[in-house]
């Protein structure tokens, strides 16, 4: 493996090697507080294609949204039950026409938006029926036309139009293939199949776009490719799979198939540490991973120095929707 370059500002280097990539502590921004730029528990981040990132700010009930490293560029949403206000917003997701999902969770509905806030449409409500939510943990989008919702209060995974229209959902309470305890992070990869972060039973779950289980791997513990209620996870471009390894406040990542990799971070509130990390996003070019370190209210985005990029591919472009 040849030698990384190392940003020598806070220069961590962060665990080493995963076909070449190397991920090295970049920056980070945010902290506690309900000011411009300032968070309280954020639990979802999300990278647009223009470059910018937007943050579900989840204890001040709003969406910011940032430059690629961080600075300002604008918020919306108050505390209520009305059009483009929230009660904890914990999931976020961008469709590719630049259209804003949010899992307004204790609205127990989605609400989208356009890329600057304005209200485009909300469906959803509390309860056990099709297309109605426990509470709504997170919203990933997969083009061109359904919207997926981990619904974490009824063990289930629901699937919409883009506008809300019930299309389908699978699971139920367990610990059994196919089965979940608090589905909390959500994620499409490339090839169709869709990731669950099936925190209550510490473990990855993984299923074809209408819920046929393919596959699983995780037990309970602090080793390797084991989880403390893991809440996020994201597949990249490549098919990578990354994991928020919420209560061992680390980050691991893994094969398609789940064969461990990797994994960085410690418990801590220094750069490249984390307290319970819960959303992960990844850049365009796929070089540059987003994490909603949400007990430090911070995002922290770590540089992979390593990566080829080639941002026209199909895969990368699949990468925007998480």
């Given at each position: 493996?040849?030698?990384?370059?190392?940003?020598?500002?806070?220069?961590?280097?962060?665990?080493?090697?995963?076909?070449?990539?190397?991920?090295?502590?970049?920056?980070?921004?945010?902290?506690?507080?309900?000011?411009?730029?300032?968070?309280?528990?954020?639990?979802?981040?999300?990278?647009?294609?223009?470059?910018?990132?937007?943050?579900?700010?989840?204890?001040?009930?709003?969406?910011?949204?940032?430059?690629?490293?961080?600075?300002?560029?604008?918020?919306?949403?108050?505390?209520?039950?009305?059009?483009?206000?929230?009660?904890?917003?914990?999931?976020?997701?961008?469709?590719?026409?630049?259209?804003?999902?949010?899992?307004?969770?204790?609205?127990?509905?989605?609400?989208?938006?356009?890329?600057?806030?304005?209200?485009?449409?909300?469906?959803?409500?509390?309860?056990?029926?099709?297309?109605?939510?426990?509470?709504?943990?997170?919203?990933?989008?997969?083009?061109?036309?359904?919207?997926?919702?981990?619904?974490?209060?009824?063990?289930?995974?629901?699937?919409?139009?883009?506008?809300?229209?019930?299309?389908?959902?699978?699971?139920?309470?367990?610990?059994?293939?196919?089965?979940?305890?608090?589905?909390?992070?959500?994620?499409?990869?490339?090839?169709?199949?869709?990731?669950?972060?099936?925190?209550?039973?510490?473990?990855?779950?993984?299923?074809?776009?209408?819920?046929?289980?393919?596959?699983?791997?995780?037990?309970?513990?602090?080793?390797?490719?084991?989880?403390?209620?893991?809440?996020?996870?994201?597949?990249?471009?490549?098919?990578?799979?990354?994991?928020a390894d919420t209560a061992n406040h680390r980050v691991q990542y893994?094969?398609?198939?789940?064969?461990?990799?990797?994994?960085?971070?410690?418990?801590?509130?220094?750069?490249?540490?984390?307290?319970?990390?819960?959303?992960?996003?990844?850049?365009?070019?796929?070089?540059?991973?987003?994490?909603?370190?949400?007990?430090?209210?911070?995002?922290?985005?770590?540089?992979?120095?390593?990566?080829?990029?080639?941002?026209?591919?199909?895969?990368?472009?699949?990468?925007?929707?998480?």
């Amino acid at each position: 493996m040849k030698r990384p370059t190392v940003f020598l500002s806070l220069a961590v280097l962060i665990t080493a090697a995963c076909g070449g990539a190397v991920w090295v502590y970049e920056g980070s921004w945010g902290k506690g507080g309900s000011g411009d730029g300032e968070l309280k528990h954020p639990e979802e981040v999300a990278a647009a294609i223009f470059g910018n990132v937007y943050v579900a700010d989840t204890e001040n009930n709003r969406i910011q949204h940032f430059t690629a490293t961080g600075s300002f560029l604008g918020k919306w949403g108050s505390r209520g039950s009305g059009p483009g206000q929230f009660n904890k917003p914990t999931g976020i997701a961008l469709a590719p026409n630049g259209v804003v999902y949010v899992a307004d969770s204790l609205n127990y509905r989605i609400q989208y938006f356009s890329a600057t806030g304005s209200f485009l449409g909300a469906w959803g409500s509390k309860g056990r029926e099709a297309g109605k939510f426990g509470k709504p943990a997170t919203v990933e989008v997969v083009a061109p036309n359904r919207v997926y919702v981990a619904d974490a209060g009824n063990d289930r995974i629901q699937y919409f139009t883009p506008a809300g229209s019930f299309l389908g959902m699978w699971g139920v309470h367990g610990a059994g293939n196919g089965e979940f305890d608090t589905p909390a992070g959500l994620a499409a990869a490339p090839n169709g199949n869709i990731y669950v972060a099936d925190a209550g039973n510490d473990r990855v779950q993984y299923f074809t776009p209408i819920g046929v289980f393919r596959g699983k791997w995780g037990i309970r513990g602090g080793g390797q490719g084991q989880f403390q209620r893991p809440e996020g996870v994201l597949v990249g471009p490549t098919g990578r799979v990354f994991v928020a390894d919420t209560a061992n406040h680390r980050v691991q990542y893994f094969t398609a198939a789940g064969s461990f990799l990797s994994l960085f971070g410690e418990r801590g509130s220094g750069p490249g540490q984390f307290l319970f990390p819960v959303g992960v996003a990844l850049s365009l070019a796929g070089d540059r991973l987003y994490v909603a370190d949400a007990v430090n209210n911070r995002i922290q985005y770590f540089k992979d120095t390593e990566y080829a990029v080639s941002p026209t591919s199909l895969g990368r472009v699949k990468a925007l929707f998480r």
